[in-house]
């Protein structure tokens, strides 16, 4: 099993920026981003898949303000977060697997421990 360790995020005014860091222990075909808001699903937001050379993919609600990155000799993964309205309040998870990548995250068994992310209006 991968294993995903997590930092960044905190708190910040709407317009602000943030920068959460993934490692992972050993590189898996699909990498990505889920959060998820008080009381709602998880949502993916972003990912990178080595079948389609890893050209990152994101959801329409974070396309245009978020950039997923990689950092292949620390083997981490990076979601620079810009122009972060309220909506965007949740907690942030990194997941893994071999394969393709999912929109669904009942598809991931390894994750990151989570890291908060609050903005304020």
């Given at each position: 099993?991968?294993?995903?360790?997590?930092?960044?995020?905190?708190?910040?005014?709407?317009g602000?920026s943030?920068?959460l860091?993934?490692m992972?222990?050993y590189?898996?075909?699909?990498i990505a981003w889920?959060?998820?808001?008080?009381?709602?699903?998880?949502?993916r937001?972003?990912?990178?898949?080595?079948?389609?050379g890893s050209?990152?993919?994101?959801?329409?609600?974070?396309?245009?303000?978020?950039?997923?990155s990689?950092?292949?000799?620390?083997?981490?993964v990076?979601?620079?977060?810009?122009?972060?309205?309220?909506?965007?309040?949740?907690?942030?998870?990194?997941?893994?697997?071999?394969?393709?990548?999912y929109?669904?995250?009942q598809?991931?068994?390894?994750?990151?421990q989570?890291?908060?992310?609050?903005?304020?209006?």
């Open positions: 099993r991968v294993q995903l360790t997590q930092s960044g995020g905190g708190s910040v005014q709407a602000g943030l920068r860091s993934c992972y222990s590189r898996t075909d699909c889920f959060r998820q808001a008080p009381e709602k699903g998880r949502e937001v972003a990912r990178l898949w080595s079948g389609d050209v990152p993919v994101y959801a329409d609600s974070v396309k245009g303000r978020f950039t997923m990689r950092d292949i000799p620390n083997n981490t990076y979601l620079q977060m810009n122009n972060l309205n309220p909506e965007d309040t949740a907690m942030y998870y990194c997941a893994a697997r071999d394969g393709r990548c929109t669904d995250d598809m991931y068994y390894d994750w990151g989570g890291t908060q992310v609050t903005v304020s209006s």
